[in-house]
């Protein structure tokens, strides 16, 4: 019997033919509804504090919009001057060794 034509033959099943590969598919857009609909302030930024992505609750709590402060350092208006350097170093503790940090702090205000 020639199985030059099935495709389940030469590249294993087809993707999303199971009920896991159809859930790991909707995963990202899980993820994002949760991200979106905490009412847990949510930053996202990257290894140098540079804000990726902000959710609603955090804009709710801190007043600042997206287009206020995505692109920018996370240290700079949103962090208190007492409290940056112990920022700075839990940043460094995310980056180097990888740690997931849960914490509570103040931020500032936009008003």
Same mark, same amino acid.
């Given at each position: 019997?020639?199985?030059?034509?099935?495709?389940?033959?030469?590249?294993?099943?087809?993707?999303?033919?199971?009920?896991?590969?159809?859930?790991?598919?909707?995963?990202?857009?899980?993820?994002?509804?949760?991200?979106?609909?905490?009412?847990?302030?949510?930053? +996202?930024?990257?290894?140098?504090?540079?804000?990726? *992505? @902000?959710?609603?609750?955090? !804009? =709710? #709590?801190?007043?600042?919009?997206?287009?206020?402060?995505?692109?920018?350092?996370?240290?700079?208006?949103?962090?208190?001057?007492?409290? +940056?350097?112990?920022?700075?170093?839990?940043?460094? *503790? @995310?980056?180097?060794?990888? !740690? =997931? #940090?849960?914490?509570?702090?103040?931020?500032?205000?936009?008003?």
């Amino acid at each position: 019997m020639d199985t030059s034509h099935d495709k389940e033959s030469q590249t294993g099943p087809l993707r999303g033919s199971s009920p896991t590969d159809l859930a790991l598919e909707q995963l990202p857009v899980v993820a994002s509804a949760l991200f979106d609909r905490t009412e847990s302030a949510i930053i +996202i930024f990257d290894k140098a504090g540079t804000i990726l *992505r @902000i959710n609603a609750a955090c !804009e =709710t #709590i801190t007043g600042f919009a997206p287009d206020d402060i995505v692109g920018t350092c996370y240290l700079n208006g949103m962090v208190p001057e007492d409290l +940056i350097e112990e920022s700075r170093a839990k940043l460094t *503790r @995310i980056v180097d060794n990888h !740690e =997931t #940090i849960h914490c509570e702090t103040r931020w500032m205000r936009k008003d």
